[in-house]
């Protein structure tokens, strides 16, 4: 009964800690940034996080929230990263997919190019360019956090960025 009790108030720290981050989040990871060069940043909502659980002990991630998921394009080569760190003795490994995507005529963003890899683990800086040509850009990052065969899965993206 007193394992079940912990483990009941571990699940509501937890749930408080996710809540706060994602205020946190919220609150400052979408403000728009000022032109910079021929670079500027489109006022546009981030779509929200998507977050399965299916289940984990390792729930919530703990994310960077300081520049979670960015994206420079300086001198046509964009510049895409994320910085995931997992929650110490909880997350043992780390997957990352990203997308650098364009978007379309109709304001529907595709994949132009996809990057993959993942660390044994608790924290993962993933990183890579690709040249690109006119257009508005954003990245999207698939992150998987696994502890043991349990997984947490979240979904981030950076602000978009125009290259003229």
């Known amino acids: 009964m007193k394992k079940q009790k912990k483990r009941i108030l571990r699940g509501i720290g937890r749930m408080g800690a996710a809540l706060c981050m994602s205020a ?51 001198s046509g080569t964009a510049a895409a990263s994320i910085r995931v760190k997992g929650t110490s003795g909880e997350v043992t490994k780390i997957s990352i997919t ?13 994949a132009v190019k996809t990057w993959s890899g993942s660390v044994k683990g608790n924290y993962y800086n993933f990183k890579h360019t690709y040249k690109v040509g006119k257009g508005t850009y954003r990245v999207k990052a698939k992150i998987t956090c696994y502890k043991g065969s349990k997984s947490e899965t979240t979904t981030k993206y950076s602000s978009a960025k125009i290259y003229r």
Do not use: F, H, R, W
Not at 100 to 106: E, G, M, P, R, V
């Open 24 to 74: 946190a989040i919220c609150m400052t990871g979408y403000a728009g940034e000022a032109k910079a060069g021929n670079i500027e940043a489109e006022s546009t909502e981030a779509p929200p996080l998507a977050v399965d659980y299916e289940g984990s002990e390792i729930m919530p991630m703990t994310i960077d929230a300081g520049k979670t998921v960015s994206l420079n394009v300086t």
């Open 98 to 110: 990203m997308y650098l995507q364009k978007k379309s005529a109709n304001g529907s963003y595709a």
